[in-house]
């Protein structure tokens, strides 16, 4: 058995993970509203009562970018309820710091019921315990600020989660963050169980492997596994090497690692591997993205001594050129140049050439600031075939 997966004769069974599953009584919160004092326009302006605590744009709340402190959160339960303990959490990049928990009836007068300093640079729990109090809305004040900047302007204050529980018993610890991107582990949905999807693109690929030979294999993540929507410019260019699409949504490094450790380049034998994979890590530290990165390239070179490597940049992302990612992105690019050694391992950073002439990314070129429409796939392919084409001479 392997992170929870049960491998017998080929077959793959969902098993629940032995650890880092939060097993709690009921979230009063969970998927209620909430108000922002500062609403973030970058993406992370939800996830504040979504039942994850990851670590994702989208899954992890951000206040927005005004230099103006404190800033506020505030929850509607829709209800006043009998409260006891309120759980929050802050992940390892931005620069949340003294946090306090109010608790109000009317939305007007707030009791102040609790504070916590968390620490910068390291994922953080913290329970809130208080004398049993009927409220109805739950609000939290970040106070102030580290002057220091982790992966994003010092400005903004991240929250994984917000969990509020009736009177009773302490509700478990959850696992806060990702696992570490250097390390195999399957994907798992907000259940704790490892994701049906997955699993059946996993299958898949193995199944591939079987079918026949593979002369290209792209390896990655949503970006990708839509050249499946672009298949005119898949097989202008790529069908003549009986091409592998193993790109799957969502999929972070470790998610790869781990397709790798259950034997999806098994028996596969391609003259070229397209990789590109990071941006759904994006919400880790710069280094844990090389970290994997690194680790992915160093596996497929062990496991295919014979395979040339074309390790591509992580695509830019955020309409606008100021987006705080942009300038994350750029630092991690520059860091995976350096694996290129001229020979089995090929760098290429195509990102400038999806943005526009003031930097930004049009809904023509990314409807989702993300990924790639058609003109985008046909941008990639142009861009890298030069290199392409050297790395598939004999």
Do not use: C
């Not at 759980?87 to 109010?102: C, D, M, R, W, Y």
């Not at 959850?174 to 399957?186: Q, Y």
């Not at 003259?271 to 710069?286: C, F």
């Amino acid at each position: 058995m392997k992170n929870g997966i049960l491998l017998a004769g080929g077959a793959l069974a969902l098993l629940a993970p032995a650890s880092g599953a939060f097993a709690a009584p009921l979230d009063l919160a969970l998927h209620k509203t909430f108000v922002s004092s500062d609403p973030n326009g970058s993406g992370w302006n939800q996830g504040l009562t979504d039942g994850s605590w990851e670590t994702d744009a989208g899954k992890t709340f951000a206040a927005g970018g005004s230099e103006t402190f404190p800033k506020t959160a505030t929850v509607d339960l829709e209800a006043p309820a009998l409260l006891g303990y309120v759980a929050i959490g802050a992940p390892s990049f931005g620069s949340t710091k003294t946090v306090e928990l109010s608790l109000s009836t009317d939305d007007a007068q707030f009791t102040k019921v609790g504070s916590y300093v968390f620490s910068q640079k390291k994922a953080e729990y913290h329970l809130f315990s208080f004398a049993p109090e009927t409220a109805r809305y739950v609000r939290l004040t970040y106070v102030d600020r580290y002057s220091e900047s982790v992966d994003y302007p010092a400005v903004y204050v991240f929250t994984t989660e917000v969990a509020v529980y009736a009177p009773g018993d302490a509700p478990p610890v959850p696992h806060i963050g990702p696992e570490a991107s250097d390390e195999p582990a399957p994907k798992l949905n907000r259940d704790g169980q490892v994701d049906p999807s997955f699993l059946e693109a996993h299958e898949s690929f193995l199944k591939r492997g079987k079918e026949g030979p593979i002369g290209v294999l792209f390896i990655g993540d949503s970006i990708t596994h839509r050249w499946l929507n672009s298949r005119d410019i898949w097989d202008k260019y790529y069908g003549q090497y009986d091409p592998a699409d193993f790109g799957v949504e969502g999929d972070r490094t470790e998610h790869v690692l781990w397709r790798f450790e259950n034997g999806e380049l098994d028996g596969v034998h391609p003259k070229v591997v397209v990789l590109m994979i990071g941006t759904n890590n994006m919400s880790e530290p710069a280094d844990e993205i090389i970290r994997g990165d690194t680790k992915i390239v160093s596996e497929i070179h062990r496991r295919l001594p014979e395979t040339k490597v074309l390790l591509l940049g992580v695509f830019p992302r955020g309409a606008k050129a100021d987006d705080p990612v942009r300038a994350k992105i750029k630092g991690i690019n520059a860091e995976l140049a350096k694996l290129d050694d001229g020979g089995k391992t090929r760098f290429l950073d195509i990102g400038d050439k999806f943005l526009d002439a003031n930097g930004g990314i049009t809904k023509e070129m990314m409807a989702d600031a993300l990924h790639p429409e058609h003109i985008g796939y046909q941008i990639w392919a142009d861009a890298m075939q030069p290199l392409f084409d050297e790395m598939m001479k004999p």
